[in-house]
C-alpha cells in the first residue's frame, strides 16, 4: 500500500503552486522537457489512446511565429517565456491503439466515427494536459496554461503536416516568476460544488 505523500510534495503541487505571467531569466534544458514527457505520460488515458501531440517552442522563431496566434494579453508571455508547449489532440489517435493497446480491438471502437473520437480525444488530451502541469511542478517548474489563441492559425502554423492534430491549449513553462502572479483567487469549500449520493 502506497504512503500518502507528505504536505510539502502537496504544496508543490497543488496548494502553494500557482499560474505565472512571467519568469525569470533562468533557462529550461531540453532533458527537462524530456523530464516533464517520461513522467506525464504514465497519466491514465481511456484505452491508453495517449492523443496528446506536444510541440515544444523553445527558439525566438517560434514563440514568436505562436504570439502571432494568441491574443494581445498573451503575446508578450509567449514570447518572453523560456518555452511554450502546444498541447495539441490526435484525432486519428486510433491508429496506434494497437500498439498502445493491444488487449482488444479497440481501433474499431473508433474507425469511421470521427465525433466519437473528437470528443474522446479532447477529452483525453485535456487530461494529459493537466498531466504536463503536475508534471512540471514536480520537477520544479512552474507554468501558465492559456486558452487566449487563435485555434485555427496555431493549427495552421504547427500542425499544418499533421492535419489530423488539432490545439487543445498552450502553457507557458519556466521558473516562475512570484512579481506577475495575482493574488490567489478563491477555492471554494467541499460543500459548495460537491454532493455524495
Same mark, same amino acid.
Given at each position: 500500500?502506497? +504512503? ?19 519568469? /525569470? ?7 527537462? /522537457? ?39 494579453? #498573451? ?19 486510433? +491508429? ?16 469511421? #466515427?470521427?465525433? /466519437?473520437?473528437? *470528443? ?20 520544479? /517548474? ?14 495552421? *502554423? ?35 460544488? #460537491?454532493?455524495?449520493?
Amino acid at each position: 500500500m502506497r +504512503e500518502p505523500l507528505n504536505d510539502a510534495a502537496l504544496d508543490t503541487l497543488f496548494r502553494d503552486a500557482r499560474t505565472y505571467n512571467g519568469y /525569470l531569466d533562468r533557462p529550461v534544458g531540453e532533458e527537462q /522537457l524530456h523530464a516533464i514527457w517520461d513522467l506525464m505520460k504514465w497519466g491514465p488515458t481511456s484505452a491508453n489512446q495517449l492523443p496528446a501531440r506536444l510541440i515544444w517552442c523553445v527558439s525566438d522563431e517560434a514563440r514568436e511565429k505562436l504570439a502571432g496566434c494568441v491574443s494581445e494579453g #498573451n503575446r508578450d508571455k509567449v514570447r518572453k517565456a523560456p518555452v511554450t508547449a502546444i498541447i495539441g489532440m490526435d484525432v486519428e489517435f486510433h +491508429e496506434h491503439l494497437p500498439e498502445l493497446f493491444p488487449h482488444a480491438d479497440a481501433r474499431s471502437w473508433f474507425a469511421g #466515427n470521427t465525433a /466519437l473520437r473528437e *470528443a474522446s480525444a479532447f477529452r483525453n488530451s485535456s487530461l494529459q494536459g493537466a498531466y504536463f502541469i503536475i508534471a512540471a511542478r514536480a520537477l520544479g /517548474l512552474d507554468t501558465g496554461p492559456m486558452s487566449g489563441f487563435d485555434a485555427e492559425a496555431v493549427d495552421t *502554423a504547427f500542425f499544418a503536416d499533421q492535419p489530423g492534430v488539432k490545439t487543445n491549449f498552450i502553457s507557458t513553462l519556466g521558473y516562475g516568476d512570484p512579481s506577475t502572479i495575482y493574488p490567489r483567487s478563491p477555492r471554494p469549500p467541499f460543500d459548495r460544488f #460537491n454532493r455524495i449520493v
